[in-house]
């Protein structure tokens, strides 16, 4: 079974400054790993993803996050927030087995200017 | 392409109606997944679609929820009878060739059950 644990459900930045999202993830097999940004009233949009190869994977709208499997971690971050990046934020997890995404609780950004 | 479209987006119904979620898959793309979002649970898999077919049901909450996938192009997701505790939003997606590639999700239909 897997899991997926994102520190902090609000997360409020200035507009500039350094945007990080925490997930922690639990698997029993080599994890795929997903970030999603879900916008208000609309539905999940994929932001980055990991499968294999290179750690340090590159997303859309200048977003980055790092596979790191000593830490079980993949955090999303973000050098420089946007007023456009106020959205919803979610993490997920996919065993090697099935079509079973495990998404984390979600962490709103805030940006403030 | 128009993406995937849920319809309707709201829906407002009294405890005991039956309820009919539809959702209509990317042209081309051969799974089909159903996804609630509640404060309290967050986003759970309810089931998941390959070319038609139920794969997994595993997180349908009980025998008031059924889904069907009667061809490519149209699925639905059907509560009856609707409680008050399934007020959530359901979201549908679509993807070709399961989740490790890219999910594209509809933007969701809201229901509200009294």
């Known amino acids: 079974a897997q899991s997926v644990t994102q520190l902090g459900s609000h997360v409020s930045v200035s507009e500039g400054a350094l945007v990080l999202l925490r997930c922690n993830y639990s698997?029993?097999?080599?994890?795929?790993l997903f970030w999603y940004v879900q916008y208000p009233n609309q539905g999940l949009q994929l932001l980055l993803k990991?499968?294999?190869?290179?750690?340090l994977v590159k997303g859309i709208n200048g977003f980055e996050a790092e596979f790191k499997k000593s830490e079980t971690s993949f955090h999303l971050t973000k050098p420089s927030a946007h007023m456009s990046d106020a959205a919803e934020y979610f993490c997920?997890?996919?065993?090697?087995?099935?079509?079973?995404?495990?998404f984390g609780g979600g962490t709103r950004v805030l940006v403030k200017p | 392409d128009a993406g995937v479209i849920q319809s309707p987006r709201h829906e407002v119904t009294e405890m005991g109606q039956e309820v009919t979620l539809r959702c209509k898959p990317i042209?081309?793309?051969?799974?089909l997944f159903w996804y609630r979002q509640t404060m309290m649970r967050g986003l759970e898999l309810l089931i998941y679609?390959?070319?038609?077919?139920?794969?997994?049901d595993s997180g349908m909450p009980e025998d008031r929820f059924s889904a069907k996938m009667p061809n490519a192009s149209f699925s639905t997701l059907k509560i009856q009878p609707s409680e008050p505790r399934d007020s959530a939003v359901y979201f549908c997606?679509?993807?070709?060739?399961?989740?490790?590639?890219?999910?594209?999700f509809g933007s969701g239909t809201q229901l509200s059950v009294l």
């Open positions: 997606a679509s993807s070709r060739g399961g989740t490790n590639e890219k999910l594209f």
């Open positions: 698997s029993s097999v080599p994890p795929y």
């Open positions: 990991y499968t294999t190869g290179a750690t």
């Open positions: 997920a997890v996919r065993g090697a087995a099935g079509n079973k995404l495990t």
């Open positions: 042209s081309g793309h051969d799974y």
């Open positions: 679609f390959n070319n038609n077919v139920p794969i997994d």
